[in-house]
């Protein structure tokens, strides 16, 4: 009964139900601007960083420091890039011509079912010795719970490195990176 009346609320057949990309037949929405699209993106984003981070650390739990490039679906607004890329990590920036050179975290694929989440996101690995590609690429599908609070991961699931399917890089304009260009920062 609960499910169904966040699922119902006025005005909104489809509220809190989303499929990126979109699922051919299917009439849920495919809004990624719309919330909690942004919020569930950036949760598991940030898990996903912290847990894989774009470069070594040497100590267990510390927090890399190196920036790290975010390859966002194509129809999100500068609103929702520049919101998930401040909100992820001081050191993230939006996939630009200027950022497209450093480790890129990829958001293939987002599901939204009320109070349930899923976001699959490509990782660079960078830690292999003897790459025969670089970077090779792993898949993270991140389950999500939230809605009422914050959204927070209650699983992960990782897919063999090098088998993933990488996105096209989704390049937005330098100004919609909050964190300011890549080029500045050298």
């Known amino acids: 009964m609960l499910a169904g009346s966040l699922l119902a609320l006025p005005g909104c057949p489809t509220a809190g139900l989303v499929n990126y990309p979109e699922i051919p037949g299917d009439s849920i929405s495919n809004s990624v601007n719309n919330p909690p699209v942004?919020?569930?993106?950036?949760?598991a984003l940030e898990?996903?960083?912290r847990r894989f981070p774009p470069a070594p650390v040497r100590t267990l739990g510390e927090i890399s420091t190196e920036p790290f490039a975010v390859n966002?679906?194509?129809p999100m607004s500068k609103e929702s890039?520049?919101?998930?890329?401040?909100?992820?990590?001081p050191h993230a920036r939006a996939l630009t011509e200027s950022s497209k050179s450093l480790p890129v975290y990829h958001v293939s694929r987002i599901i939204v079912r009320g109070g349930a989440a899923t976001v699959d996101i490509i990782r660079p690995v960078l830690t292999l010795p003897d790459q025969p590609t670089n970077p090779l690429y792993q898949g993270v599908s991140v389950n999500l719970r939230g809605l009422r609070g914050p959204w927070t991961?209650?699983?992960i699931r990782q897919f063999p490195v090098g088998s993933p399917d990488v996105p096209a890089n989704s390049i937005v304009p330098e100004d919609w990176d909050p964190h300011g260009n890549v080029s500045e920062e050298k």
């Open 38 to 43: 942004p919020q569930v993106v950036t949760a």
């Open 47 to 49: 898990y996903t960083v």
């Open 72 to 74: 966002l679906p194509a």
């Open 81 to 89: 890039v520049t919101r998930i890329i401040q909100d992820c990590s």
């Open 153 to 155: 991961v209650t699983s």
